[in-house]
């Protein structure tokens, strides 16, 4: 299956002509969003930055936007809104601040497929609702905007209320910059499942993995030391995902040295992946793509904003830190911290 790709040829800002929009949130993605959304001609007087009176806010008075800090008059005004405030605190803001208060034909573009994918969000069914989903941290969406080039994203149509949805997706990612390198037609389906499945079934693999790792060479006698610069501190995994993405999955292997080239082929074709696959299944239809993860996550949402042991995420934290990988990497980094200042 192959996905089409948009470019900005594909994109007519006209349509974002005399449309006030509103940005919830000047964050991560919110400020950097905006500000090439600015750059690319839409008038500042027409950009509206909704967000709490704090250092976010004072951040986009400085770059010359107009700040609302009241949610509602915001969302009254906004022709388009974009949903840039962290996926867990979008439901409960949303629904009880902004979905009242929006016109009957707005245009909602989120950031991330979650919440429309598990229909967490009111939206009217007159109302557009788009994905424009850059794969990359809202620094780099700034940064190669600036440079002139493009960046990957996601888009896609999620309710096609006014029937000019996915017109308007397409605009608004050329006005972000994401149509200048192509963007790639998805889903809020398919992006949620990739982003869970890697977050719940292929991240921890690599994670037990490092961890077992670690401890089977340990106990066969290499030092701590020795043992976290050779499988992350030196950044090698982070250079070879870095030449994985220039040259190709298995083509960066041609820089190793032939020893070891023909150790990772030879090894991995060897390996049966089949329990993997049947793991991996199982998280993807019976943990992310039927809501049950979403589900048990919602029942802790609130007690991830509570401090110490009181907060789940600290205790997994806590947990995971004390396994032999996380002990030895903290005397390690006590032991060599004039090293790595360097
Ligand atoms: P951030 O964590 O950077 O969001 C911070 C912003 O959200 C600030 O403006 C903050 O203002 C506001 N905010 C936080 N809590 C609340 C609240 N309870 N009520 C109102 N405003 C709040 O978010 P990101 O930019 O990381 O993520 C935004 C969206 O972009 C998400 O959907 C995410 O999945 C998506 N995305 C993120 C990427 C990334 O690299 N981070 C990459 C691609 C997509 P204040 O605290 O002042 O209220």
């Not at 005004?77 to 439901?91: E, G, R, S, T, Y």
């Not at 997706?169 to 809020?188: D, E, F, Q, Y």
Request: aromatic share 8%.
């Amino acid at each position: 299956m192959s996905a089409k790709i948009y470019y900005d040829s594909d994109a007519n800002l006209d349509l974002l002509k005399d449309k006030t929009i509103v940005f919830l949130g000047f964050g991560n993605q919110g400020a950097a969003q905006a500000q090439n959304l600015r750059d690319s001609g839409i008038p500042n007087e027409k950009i509206i930055i909704a967000n709490r009176p704090d250092h976010y806010a004072e951040d986009a008075k400085s770059k010359g936007f107009n700040v609302e800090h009241d949610f509602a008059k915001a969302a009254k005004q906004a022709d388009i809104i974009f949903l840039l405030i962290p996926d867990q605190v979008q439901p409960r803001v949303f629904n009880n601040e902004i979905a009242p208060n929006l016109k009957d034909d707005a245009c909602i573009v989120v950031a991330s497929g979650y919440n429309v994918f598990y229909k967490l969000l009111n939206f009217k069914p007159s109302q557009d609702i788009v994905m424009v989903a850059p794969r990359m941290i809202g620094s780099s969406v700034r940064s190669l905007y600036v440079k002139g080039k493009g960046f990957p994203c996601f888009v896609s149509s999620e309710q096609d209320g006014t029937g000019k949805a996915l017109e308007l997706a397409l605009a608004l990612s050329r006005a972000i910059g994401a149509t200048k390198a192509g963007a790639i037609a998805s889903s809020a389906r398919e992006e949620t499942a990739m982003d869970l499945f890697a977050e719940q079934a292929l991240w921890p693999n690599i994670i037990m993995l490092f961890r077992e790792a670690f401890s089977v060479l340990k106990e066969a006698g290499c030092s701590d030391e020795a043992l976290c610069y050779e499988m992350w501190m030196s950044k090698e995994p982070a250079e070879i995902f870095e030449r994985a993405a220039e040259d190709g999955f298995i083509r960066q292997l041609k820089h190793h040295s032939t020893v070891s080239q023909y150790g990772q082929l030879n090894g991995a074709l060897n390996l049966d992946g089949s329990a993997a696959r049947a793991h991996f299944k199982d998280i993807l239809y019976n943990q992310v793509l039927n809501a049950k993860f979403q589900q048990e996550f919602s029942k802790i949402e609130d007690d991830l904003e509570k401090e110490g042991d009181a907060n789940p995420l600290e205790i997994l934290y806590q947990k995971s830190e004390a396994s032999e990988l996380g002990q030895a990497e903290k005397r390690v980094r006590a032991r060599l911290a004039g090293l790595l200042a360097q």
